[in-house]
């Protein structure tokens, strides 16, 4: 069965960093249930082979296990958590990241063009779907060139094409074809992800975004929230709240000046929103980030 060479493959390649000799291939191995931690998604297919992991994206929550797959195809900030890992049965995944180019070179290369537009706005920037034969297969036979240094450079590329192709093809097709089209609705968003993110310290008026991402105003809520599950102003919150526990995770003890820079103006608003969204002030939670900075934020599979 694919998933039993699958996991056999990935416990044998995983190392600590979770990288591997083959570009935009990862592998992770987790042998223990954190708490649920911050994180940002990348755009990425993860397929999980043992094991399972739950990612929160504003209210809405995914839970993928043993032959499932999540296409991220925006990144965005989530919160994570593998489920039910111990080193007895670590949890095993495989991740690929998915780059816009690749996308639209391989549509141009199979000259079938954009899909119909379909009704209802964009696909969510998450999803989870089964993963069918010809994709576990394909992803077996990329993990196989990892023991074949003399193949991999050749044949590497060419099974990661396979795979993305296999995702264009499938259940998550419509929104790994949007990744690749420069026009569509979700590239619109992703211009404003983009914006939001380099320039999160700073204040925005929605209408500003709406003319970025070449929509109206209404037209501009609906598609990020159908593509995000927040808000515009909500998305940079969470953004402020991420970098700021990074940077609290090296700067512990200054406190109001991380908020500061992040873009807060008030102390006690900071101290707020940090709690509810962590759990902790922003304080107490620093001193547990310093001692272990394994917690801060960090790209999910």
Not at 264 to 270: L, T
């Amino acid at each position: 069965m694919p998933l039993d060479e699958l996991r056999t493959l990935l416990d044998r390649h995983a190392r600590p960093d979770w990288t591997t000799p083959v570009d935009e291939v990862l592998i992770s191995r987790v042998d223990r249930s954190d708490p649920p931690a911050p994180a940002t998604s990348g755009t990425v297919l993860a397929l999980i082979a043992q094991g399972s992991k739950r990612l929160m994206l504003g209210d809405r929550v995914f839970e993928y296990g043993p032959g499932q797959y999540l296409v991220a195809s925006v990144d965005l900030p989530v919160t994570g958590q593998f489920v039910g890992a111990t080193r007895e049965h670590p949890a095993l995944g495989f991740g690929l990241t998915l780059e816009p180019s690749a996308v639209a070179e391989l549509l141009l290369r199979a000259g079938t063009g954009p899909a119909p537009r379909a009704a209802g706005g964009p696909p969510s920037g998450i999803s989870v779907s089964r993963a069918p034969e010809a994709l576990l297969d394909a992803v077996v036979r990329l993990l196989r060139l990892l023991d074949e240094p003399r193949d991999r450079d050749v044949l590497a590329p060419l099974v990661k094409q396979e795979i993305l192709w296999r995702l264009i093809t499938g259940e998550q097709g419509r929104a790994v074809r949007q990744l690749g089209l420069a026009d569509s609705s979700l590239s619109h968003v992703s211009r404003a992800v983009r914006w939001i993110r380099d320039h999160y310290a700073e204040p925005f008026r929605v209408e500003d975004l709406a003319r970025l991402a070449g929509m109206s105003p209404s037209a501009f809520y609906r598609n990020f929230q159908a593509v995000t599950a927040m808000s515009p102003i909500r998305f940079q919150k969470q953004i402020r709240l991420q970098q700021a526990r990074l940077l609290l995770a090296t700067h512990p003890r200054d406190v109001t000046g991380v908020g500061h820079r992040v873009g807060y103006d008030s102390p006690s608003q900071f101290s707020r929103e940090y709690r509810r969204q962590f759990g902790a002030p922003p304080s107490e939670d620093a001193a547990r980030l310093h001692r272990d900075s394994g917690t801060a934020s960090r790209t999910s599979v």
